[in-house]
């Protein structure tokens, strides 16, 4: 069926990088995203991939997708106490409409 | 400024009373969605509209019902809430390529 699976904890250290591991199922998806959650607010787009591709970069952010494997990955460099969030992993399906699945979110903790 | 209302932030209400949560973009998004938010869960679609008068289930709508009667709104309403739909509620509208998502609607149902 239908999943997207992510690890619920990362912790890093202030200035290391941090990467954010995710998997799907569905190897008809088009696109495939990451989202930010800060507390108490709602999520933000942070980047997407179309699922041709095999790497986006913008800015400190880059996106990995390894469609044979399934596996899409968020490196955040230089992480900063700023990046303290959730972070949820979505693929959109080629349904025809508009399903958009998201995983259970990992929530990175940055020390200083 | 673009962006996707929600109202209330914040509601307590008892078992079986009817309510609704509204939902307002200002964007023209087709897409407009609700998903609800629990712990360890995390989002699950309750349905979806793809355009006016167009709407579909996602994986969790039974108790909810949601209208696009106009581009801009999106209610949900829960015609008999139950403690179980006790949650975090999340409107999303987008034009294809990620949602914009408002602020939440913390709901309690005692």
């Known amino acids: 069926g239908e999943d997207v699976e992510q690890s619920l904890f990362l912790s890093v250290r202030e200035g290391d990088s941090s990467v954010i591991n995710c998997t799907y199922t569905?190897?008809?998806?088009?696109?495939l995203y990451w989202y930010k959650q800060e507390p108490g607010a709602g999520l933000q787009l942070l980047t997407y991939?179309?699922?041709?591709?095999d790497m986006k970069q913008d800015q400190r952010l880059t996106v990995l997708l390894n469609k044979k494997d399934k596996h899409l990955s968020l490196r955040i460099a230089d992480t900063q106490t700023g990046d303290s969030a959730i972070y949820f992993c979505?693929?959109?399906?080629?349904?025809?409409?508009?399903?958009?699945?998201f995983g259970a979110g990992t929530r990175l903790f940055v020390k200083a | 400024e673009a962006q996707v209302t929600q109202n209330p932030r914040y509601l307590i209400t008892v078992t079986g009373k009817k309510l609704t949560v509204t939902c307002s973009q200002n964007?023209?998004?087709?897409?407009m969605s609700w998903y609800r938010q629990d712990p360890g869960l995390g989002l699950r679609q309750i349905y979806y509209?793809?355009?006016?008068?167009?709407?579909d289930k996602g994986d969790v709508p039974e108790g909810y019902k949601v209208s696009r009667k106009e581009k801009r709104n999106f209610p949900l309403i829960l015609e008999s809430p139950s403690p179980n739909q006790t949650s975090l509620y999340f409107c999303?509208?987008?034009?294809?390529?990620?949602?914009?998502f408002g602020s939440g609607t913390r709901l309690t149902v005692v």
């Open positions: 999303a509208s987008s034009l294809g390529r990620g949602y914009t």
């Open positions: 569905d190897s008809s998806s088009t696109y």
């Open positions: 991939i179309f699922s041709n591709m």
């Open positions: 979505a693929e959109t399906q080629n349904t025809g409409g508009f399903k958009t699945i």
């Open positions: 964007m023209n998004h087709e897409y």
């Open positions: 509209s793809m355009n006016v008068e167009v709407t």
